[in-house]
């Protein structure tokens, strides 16, 4: 881009001697660097400032009319800066309403980035055969992008000066491919009373604080570390205790973190002026684990040992090789202990989710605690843990087994909830013996089912037909979360979040599922993260009725419901 001014003063060369003509040159290319040159015109016979040599070319105007060499009209171009946009390639500059926008192509994915504050404003994916877009500013406030997907010609409206677009994308990790996600509320406000931490594919655990005050970006990185060799898929904040010792201070907080090669570790963040995060814990690797990854985990109970004063986390993992272990997880001694395991691995495939909840007591006064495991095979898997909860209460580390014991057969299995994986599991308890489960597959499906227990057995049943919403979405759900009561929000990567409502059913016919039966979509939004990996609810500020998620994938983002 250069000014018209320039360009035409520079046609005849009537230019005054003493005060040379001059523009910027904006270039980009294939390796994805912009380049900003400054392009200057004078008389030989003038003095001209100009920088380094090793970024200054000078030479005489091709259309110079004068022949003298004192009078001749020289050409000087310097190199002022060069900024990396994208590990990809610069397709196109668009200069619109005194703001300068880069469309960038990197795998598979077309970006719009508003250059001068680095944000990236858009971004969809599609096959390397549909590389077909337009871009159109519209005047005002709007722009225009039409693309190819699928056969299909798909337009988005993208609003260039929406505040939300720019403070609800977080600064500097816009083009990160983040694989999990949760969050916590601090009482220290210079952090904004909220900290989220992510990690993904570059194996970086990553924290932020969320200040709504804030003007431009409300969330800001503030500290950030890497340990794990590969991917982290699963982050999960531990609640703190009710009780306090010396390992329990009000301004530590612990987090787990979990991924490829079935790594499983904690670290301490210590929330003081400054937030800094260490490595506490790692958990055993088993050897036949070496090429799995942990899929999901769950908190399952945390308390403290009465004996020893121990603070004692009770965690549940399932990984890729359809292994699902019950860890406890010692504070005060930074360890990790397998306790309990799948022996027969009732999943035969690959699991995908996990979720972990209570429903009443047993007979022996013990609440009682489940996990509820999604695979590839479409199953729904429920597991009773209550004896292990129990038992482990009772022990201090020094009792512990030596080797984990077998977590006993499923309390009920559910087949054919979906036609292929997975990939998300939430639960809801109704009542004290009635639970709701929500799940998300590959097969763009979401699902519900209510299951209940009996009063004097532990053993889950289902009490109502199966719900299965067959086209939810367009693409496969990665995440489906409860956001109220019968309220359940899902995010797939047709890059859609959807709220749902659900009616009770009163049929009593158990064998039967039905299409679409009692799901009603309550409202739905888009969201700029391409190829989203997982959602989380965040807490809700005092007196607030909007719901707030954050959605990861490439990219972070927020959105009130």
């Avoid at 259309?63 to 001749?72: H, I, M, P, Y």
């Avoid at 763009?444 to 299951?451: D, G, M, P, V």
């Avoid at 919403?469 to 979360?481: C, D, F, G, K, T």
Wanted: aromatic share 6%; glycine share 4%.
């Amino acid at each position: 881009t250069w000014s018209p001014s320039f360009a035409a003063c520079t046609a005849d060369l009537e230019l005054d001697e003493c005060v040379p003509s001059r523009c910027a040159i904006l270039t980009s290319a294939r390796d994805g660097v912009m380049h900003e040159f400054l392009l200057s015109v004078r008389r030989s016979s003038a003095s001209m400032e100009v920088g380094s040599e090793e970024h200054v070319r000078v030479a005489p105007m091709a259309n110079s009319a004068v022949k003298s060499a004192d009078s001749a009209y020289l050409a000087c171009i310097e190199r002022k800066t060069s900024e990396r946009l994208t590990s990809g390639s610069i397709c196109r500059l668009l200069r619109m309403q005194n703001r300068l926008y880069a469309v960038t192509y990197c795998r598979n994915r077309i970006v719009i980035i508003d250059v001068l504050s680095a944000v990236e404003l858009f971004s969809f994916s599609f096959a390397e055969t549909d590389r077909r877009w337009r871009i159109q500013y519209s005047g005002g406030r709007m722009m225009f992008v039409s693309f190819m997907n699928k056969l299909e010609v798909l337009q988005r409206h993208v609003s260039l000066y929406d505040e939300t677009a720019y403070y609800r994308l977080a600064d500097g990790i816009s083009s990160l491919d983040i694989r999990g996600a949760d969050c916590i509320c601090v009482a220290d406000t210079a952090f904004g009373g909220m900290l989220v931490a992510i990690g993904g594919e570059d194996s970086v655990l990553r924290v932020l604080a969320y200040d709504e005050k804030r003007s431009e970006s409300k969330l800001r990185p503030v500290v950030q570390a890497k340990r794990h060799t590969s991917m982290i898929r699963c982050i999960r904040f531990v609640p703190q205790f009710n009780t306090r010792s010396h390992t329990q201070d009000s301004r530590f907080r612990y987090l787990l973190t979990a991924g490829a090669s079935c790594e499983l570790r904690c670290w301490r963040m210590d929330i003081d002026d400054e937030i800094t995060v260490l490595e506490w814990a790692v958990a055993p690797v088993f050897a036949s684990d070496t090429e799995s990854r942990i899929m999901d985990l769950a908190i399952v109970d945390q308390f403290t040992v009465l004996q020893t004063g121990h603070e004692v986390v009770l965690l549940a993992t399932v990984a890729s090789d359809a292994s699902i272990r019950l860890w406890q997880l010692n504070l005060t001694l930074h360890t990790f202990t397998c306790i309990a395991h799948d022996a027969h691995h009732v999943h035969e495939h690959c699991i995908l989710s996990l979720a972990t909840f209570t429903m009443g007591y047993d007979a022996n006064g013990d609440m009682q605690n489940f996990l509820v495991t999604g695979a590839t095979d479409g199953r729904l898997v429920f597991w009773d843990i209550t004896r292990h909860v129990a038992d482990y209460r009772k022990l201090s580390a020094e009792l512990l087994p030596e080797t984990p014991v077998d977590t006993g057969p499923p309390a009920a299995i559910i087949d054919n909830v979906h036609q292929s994986g997975v990939n998300s599991v939430d639960v809801q308890v109704i009542e004290d013996s009635k639970i709701m489960v929500a799940s998300g597959g590959d097969d763009n499906s979401l699902a519900i089912c209510e299951l209940g227990r009996g009063i004097t057995t532990s053993e889950l049943t289902i009490r109502d037909p199966i719900r299965r919403l067959s086209n939810a979405h367009a693409s496969s759900i990665q995440q489906v979360v409860f956001t109220g009561f019968n309220t359940v929000c899902s995010v797939a990567t047709d890059q859609r979040i959807t709220r749902w409502t659900i009616t009770r059913n009163d049929s009593n016919d158990c064998a039967s599922t039905s299409d679409s039966n009692g799901i009603e979509m309550k409202d739905m939004a888009f969201t700029q993260v391409a190829d989203p990996s997982a959602m989380i609810i965040l807490p809700k500020p005092p007196h607030s009725e909007n719901t707030s998620v954050l959605v990861v994938g490439i990219g972070v983002e927020m959105f009130d419901l």
